[in-house]
């Protein structure tokens, strides 16, 4: 895009820009294969000389535009849609990481990406050390070795709703020689564009508020082109050195600040075949449609509920990051002003015990594990993700026995602290 659109307009119009006489609406290109005249011609794709469509593990129509959308909210030059938010974050990392590596992540991420980086990398070869979000420039260079290749973290983690303070990661991260990579999941470039703040790659699941209404499960991963691959030529060589599986060619030389994120797709996605189906594709563009519209209505609506929880004798602990007052306000209102998330979490006088008996008592919001859509969910980790720990086992995992975690929908905010009120009193 020559000129720069503002975010709502780009939800609407942006990656799908019809030709005279063509659908407006994205259409569906349900198919796995494209059609060529000459054989040549189908070779020259092969070799990545010529742009175009021919099969869609590779490449697709629909789910490129709905990339190109994602890729403009968050001012990219690349995207990569996946089938899940956990396939965005474990190419985005893969595509700079071989065996005899090492990454750092921060701690306070999402569990399957905690189990990604320190069960399952592990057996692949790359080692993990997680690093508190809180951490001091100090603390953080201290876990860089030779081998780092990442530093990962979260703009707004989930669960535990901190507030990653990028101008001090990135710094971290370019002092040695590596790319920042944020998971802007759960403030979603409505709220937060990490490219401005020094991040150098973003992934997302869309299964959240992207897609917005619990349809369908995907991910994303953009590149902001930024990161300097060949300034750092050693660390970096299978973007830096010919891909045999390429006949030779090397990315930075034949893509330049697209190398990145040429290679996931033609390597990493031709490999491993984590796509989305252009189905679903489509109703993620739906979602983008509106994401302007009720990012901003999720967060008015979980700053009443978080201050009225705030106010109730009952309730022993409120997080919320955009209540002023959390430990993460500050640092939210630098990088996020507009707004944070839709998701609280907080904790009952009763503990354990209260916590699921409020749950059972609430109508209107209901028990799930999702969050992030436009229905208020509700879940206590110490009687679900979490339930075969003791309460001192919860306490050593970060996790109090008495957090509920609240992702607050986009029914009526009146409505949704009625429900909270009839289950706590009556
Ligand atoms: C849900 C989530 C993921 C995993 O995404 P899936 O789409 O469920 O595979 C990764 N990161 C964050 C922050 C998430 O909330």
Redesign the pocket.
């Known amino acids: 895009m020559s000129t720069k659109r503002s975010l709502d307009t780009i939800c609407i119009q942006g990656g799908w820009e019809p030709k005279n006489g063509e659908p407006r609406q994205l259409p569906i290109y349900q198919s796995t294969t494209f059609k060529y005249t000459t054989s040549e011609q189908m070779g020259r794709l092969f070799d990545l000389e010529e742009n175009g469509y021919f099969y869609t593990r590779l490449a697709n129509p629909t789910s490129d535009a709905v990339a190109a959308k994602i890729c403009e909210l968050e001012g990219g030059v690349g995207a990569m849609l996946t089938s899940?938010?956990?396939?965005?974050?474990f190419y985005a990392v893969l595509n700079i990481c071989q065996a005899g590596d090492h990454i750092v992540a921060s701690s306070a991420?999402?569990g399957?990406?905690t189990n990604l980086f320190t069960v399952t990398f592990p057996k692949m070869g790359v080692e993990c050390t997680l690093v508190s979000p809180d951490s001091t420039e100090e603390e953080l260079n201290a876990a860089f070795k030779s081998n780092t290749k990442v530093l990962f973290a979260?703009s707004i983690?989930?669960p535990a709703l901190t507030v990653l303070d990028f101008e001090k990661f990135a710094k971290v991260a370019h002092e040695h020689g590596v790319p920042l990579i944020v998971?802007n999941?759960?403030a979603t470039p409505i709220n937060c564009r990490p490219f401005e703040w020094g991040a150098d790659i973003v992934?997302?699941?869309?299964?959240?508020y992207m897609d917005g209404h619990a349809s369908c499960?995907?991910?994303c991963i953009v590149d902001s082109g930024n990161f300097d691959w060949e300034a750092h030529h050693d660390r970096f060589t299978g973007l830096t050195e010919p891909d045999e599986s390429y006949h030779g060619i090397v990315y930075t030389e034949r893509f330049g600040k697209m190398a990145y994120i040429m290679k996931a797709t033609a390597q990493l996605m031709r490999d491993l075949g984590s796509i989305p189906s252009p189905q679903n594709s489509f109703l993620l563009n739906l979602g983008l449609e509106t994401l302007h519209l009720r990012m901003p209505r999720h967060c008015e609506s979980a700053l009443k509920i978080a201050a009225y929880l705030q106010s109730r004798e009952d309730v022993e602990w409120v997080r919320y990051p955009g209540l002023p007052g959390d430990k993460y306000y500050q640092v939210a209102q630098k990088y996020m002003p507009g707004g944070t998330c839709g998701v609280i979490s907080f904790g009952l006088k009763g503990g354990r015990e209260a916590a699921a008996e409020f749950m059972d008592k609430l109508k209107l919001c209901s028990i799930e594990t999702h969050?992030?859509d436009s229905r208020t969910a509700v879940l206590h980790p110490a009687s679900h993700t979490h339930r075969q720990l003791t309460n001192e086992q919860l306490v050593e995992a970060g996790v109090d026995p008495s957090m509920i975690r609240f992702s607050v929908g986009l029914e009526s905010a009146d409505d949704i602290i009625e429900d909270i009120r009839q289950a706590l009193e009556d």
């Open positions: 899940s938010g956990q396939a965005a974050n991420i999402y399957g990406s979260e983690a989930n998971d999941t759960f992934t997302h699941s869309t299964t959240k499960v995907g991910g969050v992030a």
